[in-house]
Nanobody, 125 residues
Framework: QVQLVESGGGLVQAGGSLRLSCAASGRTISAYAMAWFRQAPGKEREFVAG????????YYADSVKGRFTISRDNAKKTVYLQMNSLTPEDTAVYYC??????????????????WGQGTQVTVSS
């Protein structure tokens, strides 16, 4: 079992930056693919970024490519999402997800077994 807790969300002006963290407790995450998803009001949950267990594979949604960076520190059991050049369209609840035994982080939310409770990111114009 893995428990995930996100933090770092908040209110920021357009053009600003935030760094989200996802802290895992329980088992080590070194064998887990990790990902960030987000869900805006009235919209479906969407893939933001994913990272393989030992960071050899990193993937981004086209909408965040070049602005967001996902990284992980397996020793600290933490995954990060650095978000730069934020726009109001990035406003959403951001969720961390984990899947054991997945070599390539999938963009499909149904593939993930563990989820955090989410952290709100609001970008004002």
């Amino acid at each position: 079992q893995v428990q995930l807790v996100e933090s770092g969300g908040g209110l920021v002006q357009a053009g600003g930056s935030l760094r989200l963290s996802c802290a895992a407790s329980g088992r080590t995450i070194s064998a887990y693919a990790m990902a960030w998803f987000r869900q805006a009001p009235g919209k479906e949950r969407e893939f933001v970024a994913g990272i393989s267990p030992i960071s050899t594979g990193i993937y981004y949604a086209d909408s965040v490519k070049g602005r967001f960076t996902i990284s992980r520190d397996n020793a600290k059991k933490t995954v990060y999402l650095q978000m730069n050049s934020l726009t109001p369209e990035d406003t959403a609840v951001y969720y961390c997800a984990a899947k054991s035994g997945m070599v390539v982080a999938s963009p499909h939310s149904t593939q993930y077994d563990y989820w955090g409770q989410g952290t709100q990111v609001t970008v004002s114009s």
